[in-house]
């Protein structure tokens, strides 16, 4: 118990020196700390807890084999949020994604989320638990059309508010690349939103029962 | 307001961090261009999509840093061998197998003695009687020719060591 104590208020570095040198308790401590930042960023990618888990498991497992290669200069949750990052970006990648099929089919109440998404801007309600999850289903639709680079970018910009900074250290890419990316995902997030609007449309004609103007 | 500045208003920042004289921008320029405004309504429903999905966030359980530890004792990933390490293990071999590789080198191109290969059957014979007489070794044919033979021997010897 006393152990434990000492470990909680050990210092980031302090712990992974003890780590590093083969302190298991040390390590444990690690995992303790720094396992809600991985399952928030492994989130971001995968949304079953079993395939979090697992991610969570191979970046930890993988921490440890790599911890001599720490060089101490950024903090210790950069570095293992650039490996948690690189881990799922890579499973994701090796992932068969079909994009041409993720959006064929919306369910119908997708469709209706949609249409509410519209008029809320007329009608304000407060969303139920029930279309949260509509427009959690929906949001993961969508974002499978994009790379899983374009998809990192934007739930960690657009969606946890990261800054351009820290997500430049969680992905190893410069603050350059990191606009450049959100600037192109923004796009290719809003065309496929586009197309699905433009399909409802087409679908149960005008949505919402307007007329779109004549287009220039 | 053109309709490429509104788009890039749109992508260049995260819909939320846009400031109010951005959106009263946006708001009027919309009223009376329909592209603009179907490229915004997508915008928001693109930013409300994320933000319901970025709202999703699987908690670890108690039990994680648990299963990591078993994790490992079960399977011990490999750690990386540090140079000096493998160098002390592996070290030894590796002297010995480039010691014999510069022997075998020096053997090839450096052996003292230097056999002719293309020599004619003929001089072989000559030479391995040449070396019989003059070592006084041989057989008992040799050991009895007389001194014109030896002289023979030689004078013939002498003609194919001419050959080399």
Redo the contacts between chains.
Sequence with gaps: MDSTVNLEQNSELELVRRARSGD?PA??EI??RY??R???I???F??R?SE??EM??EV???A???L??YQERGSFEGWLSRITTNTCLNALRHAKRHPETVLSDLTEDEDKW?ES??AE?SVDHRQSAEH?LI??D???R??GVLSPDDRLV??L?????FSVDEVAEMMGWSRSKV?VQA?RA??R???A??KL?GRNRRKGGSLLGVK????? | MNHNHIVNLLEANRLGSLSPEERSVIEAHITECSKCRQAYEAAQISADLIKARASEIVEPSPFFSKRVMAALAQSPPAKPIEFLKAWKVMGGLVASLAALVVLLLVLTFFNPIHRPQSAAPESASNQSLLEQVLLGEGDVAVNNMTYGHVLETVFNAEDSYGNY
């Design positions: 298991e390590f444990e995992v303790r396992s809600p991985v399952f928030q492994a989130s971001r995968f949304r807890r979090v888990e969570a498991q930890f497992l993988k440890y084999t790599q001599s290669s949609l998404k519209l801007r949260h427009a959690a929906l949001a993961e969508v974002l934007l739930t910009i657009d969606g946890d508010e606009k600037f923004r796009r997030m809003r065309k939103v586009e609007l779109p103007d004549h287009e220039p």
